[in-house]
């Protein structure tokens, strides 16, 4: 015959891994500092406010993302896609005419144009002008990365759609 002590030890090991308190009502609640998801809660949606939090999906997690404009949240990047994404930014190359008509479309040309004729390095102009590719990694788009854009981001999304365009 079993002990209540036993019985009491299996029931409580039991509910340390079952979540009872979603039977009474409660969610899933995300704490948000900067937009950034900081802590996940579970508590009743009428208590969320006493934790500074916000009601969100069942498959958030810490390190989320969340916007104040939308209300909308956004999962953080699979770290494999990430390094998948950033390889494949990293191995673009383009051609002249891709890159021309991108710079073109982004309303950049004359004003790199400009800053040609500026340049006190004549090499810039000439790989402008001759380059049979041209690449993330290489001297003329880090030189134009630097003139035209703050954000890697900005400069990663540019790189994106030069790449789509279809010449030849």
């Not at 009491?8 to 409660?26: C, N, T």
């Not at 404009?69 to 002249?96: A, Y």
Request: glycine share 4%.
């Amino acid at each position: 015959m079993m002990k209540d002590k036993d019985n009491k030890d299996i029931v409580e090991s039991f509910l340390k891994d079952v979540p009872i308190y979603y039977a009474r009502g409660a969610v899933n609640g995300a704490v948000i500092e900067d937009g950034v998801v900081t802590n996940i809660i579970v508590s009743e949606p009428s208590k969320m406010k006493n934790f500074n939090a916000i009601i969100c999906p069942d498959d958030m997690s810490i390190g989320d993302f969340y916007d104040e404009e939308t209300k909308k949240f956004k999962k953080k990047p699979d770290p494999e896609i990430e390094k998948q994404l950033k390889e494949e930014l990293d191995s673009i190359t383009l051609l002249p005419s891709q890159l021309r008509i991108a710079v073109k479309r982004a309303g950049k040309y004359n004003k790199l144009m400009d800053e040609l004729k500026k340049e006190t390095n004549d090499e810039y102009e000439i790989m402008w002008e001759y380059n049979s590719s041209f690449f993330k990694g290489g001297p003329f788009l880090q030189w134009f990365k630097n003139k035209f854009y703050r954000s890697e981001k900005k400069f990663d999304e540019f790189l994106l759609e030069a790449e789509k365009i279809r010449v030849g």
